[in-house]
C-alpha cells in the first residue's frame, strides 16, 4: 500500500514539475516519506535541487541515494551525468558514462551525447566529434538526430576558433634581435630625434 501511495504522490509532483515548484515539492515529500528509496522520487528532487535551486551538492546526494537503491534504472545517469560536468566533475562523470555504458536498456545514444558533451568541456573537439558521430548511429528519432546535428555545428564552430587562435598565435611576428652594440633606448631615442 505504501508503494502505492508514494507513486500516486510521484505521479502528482511529476504532473505539477516544472511549472508549479511547491506543489512538486510537497508531493515529492510525500513520496519519499511513504518510499525513501524510490528512485524516480530521488531523481525528480535531484533535478529541483540542481536546476531549480542551484544546489549541487543537495542533487549529487539524491543522485548517489537514487544509484545506491538500484544501479539498474537507466533514467538516472543522463541527469546525473550532465549535473557532473556542469560542475565540472569531469572524472567522475567518465566514471558513471563507462558504468552506464553497461546498465541494460541505457539510452545509448543519450550516453553518447553526454561523453560528447564531457570532451566538449574539456575542449577536446575532435573526440565530442566522434562521439556525437556515434550518438546519431545509436538515435531512434528523427529529432534527435537533428538536435545532434545542431550541437555537431556548434562543436566545429568551437574547434575552428581554437585552431584560429593557435594560427594567430603561430603567425605572430616576433620582434627581429638587435645586433647593434647601441642599447635599445639610445638607438629610440636617436630615432625620435630625426
Do not use: H
Request: glycine letters at 2%.
Amino acid at each position: 500500500m505504501e508503494a502505492n501511495t508514494s507513486n500516486l504522490y510521484l505521479f502528482k509532483a511529476l504532473e505539477a514539475y516544472p511549472y508549479e515548484l511547491a506543489q512538486a515539492l510537497e508531493s515529492l515529500n510525500y513520496a519519499l516519506t511513504y518510499d525513501p528509496e524510490n528512485v524516480r522520487a530521488l531523481c525528480l528532487m535531484a533535478k529541483i535541487q540542481d536546476e531549480q535551486l542551484g544546489e549541487y551538492e543537495v542533487a549529487r546526494s539524491y543522485y548517489e541515494r537514487a544509484l545506491a537503491n538500484r544501479l539498474d534504472i537507466p533514467n538516472v545517469y543522463p541527469d546525473f551525468i550532465r549535473l557532473l560536468i556542469n560542475y565540472e566533475d569531469f572524472d567522475e562523470a567518465q566514471k558513471l558514462i563507462e558504468f552506464a555504458r553497461t546498465v541494460k536498456g541505457i539510452d545509448r545514444a543519450g550516453i553518447e551525447l553526454a561523453q560528447a558533451q564531457l570532451f566538449e568541456a574539456k575542449a577536446i573537439y575532435n573526440e565530442s566529434l566522434d562521439s556525437l558521430t556515434d550518438a546519431k548511429q545509436f538515435a531512434m528519432n528523427g529529432e534527435f538526430i537533428y538536435y545532434v546535428d545542431e550541437v555537431i555545428k556548434r562543436v566545429k564552430k568551437k574547434r575552428e576558433v581554437v585552431n584560429n587562435r593557435t594560427r594567430k598565435i603561430e603567425e605572430t611576428p616576433k620582434e627581429p634581435v638587435r645586433e647593434s652594440s647601441i642599447p635599445k633606448w639610445l638607438s629610440d631615442r636617436l630615432n625620435n630625434l630625426l
